[in-house]
């Protein structure tokens, strides 16, 4: 546990890039992208690493039914009554379908960011239930694989308000902040490294990284938020907790910048 | 240190005989160790001197490389590459402790011997 002397504490600087609005910073990510991995279509860094990869991809596809325990788990949970007669469906306009691609959100009155995992526990809370665990895959994470199939193939479509652009900023300062023992940032591998190999696997690129979580992982659904938790630990720093304001602006930023490509749900992961 | 200093003249004359260069050492831990170096999650290094890997984040390393890099170079890259280059992606294996002054004489060693 040597990286624990090396967590936020430590936080170099970000990188010195000015405020820009969201939509610029896009646009300059998504050219600097397609200038290092010209010859695959920025439709494609929806597959993250498989979009480098034939095997990866013929993998993914061949393991596409990975997730079907997960979503079963996760519809379970949806309808099931609360003590009030209600249920996690009546929280969500359309029982949930489709609005998975809208999130994270801001929330205006709250002035806060509100990913899927905290409108789902904002909802349970509203009618006396316990809350989910963000890193149970049984609970949280089950829910998740099931509100993100009901978005299956849906374009990405995140609004950043002119009141959000700061929180959009902090996921982005984060994102270029190198952090911890090994000294990366998230944008060393994803943005300077994407599409090259760390180890046997390509690097995902910033763009596309959003869309296709949650992951199956030895039947187990990986939401974002923990993939980050885990890089964070491989890149020595200590891991913002679960739901933390820093890992919400950063999946906000992230997720953003994945706007316009197609949600992909529970992709199998064996890597 | 005695022996240190007795053994780095014989390894770098080892290293420079093409007969070595065919025969190259094995890596060691500190190159491979998730925990340790890791650098073979980065690089890659000629057949026979360590995993074989598509890893492509970092150049690929060879000896006539590393040798005309020289052990010093080879020391202050390994300390802490942003000196010389504040973008580069390789982690300050000295600045920020992760390896110990031993271990990164024995990544000098090794990677100085490759072929």
Redesign the interface.
Known sequence: M?FRS?SIATLALAVTTSFAAPSATREEIVGRLQGQLGGVPVSEYALGAAAFDTDLRDQVQQNAGAGDAAVAAGKALWTTRFKDGRSLSGCFPNGGKRIAATYPQYDSKLKRVITLELAVNQCLKSHNEAVYDPTDPATMGAVMAYLRSLADGRKVAVRVPAAAEDKFEQGRRLYFSRMG????ACA??HL??AG?????VP?SPAVGQATHWPVIRADKPVTLQARIRECLEIM?AAPFPAASEELNHLEYFLTYLSNDLPLKSNPWRGW | MIRCTFLLPLAAALALSPAFAQSPKAAPEVFTAPDKGNC???HQVPEGAGPR?????GPALDGTRMRSLGRTRLREIIEDP?RANP?T?M??FGR???LAKAEIDRLVEYLHALP
């Open positions: 040597r090396f023992q090994r000294n990366y060393s591998c300077q490294g090259k190999r760390y180890g046997e690097l020595g | 073979i999650a980065c890997t598509r890893a492509d984040l942003t973008e992606v982690p300050p920020h402790r992760i």
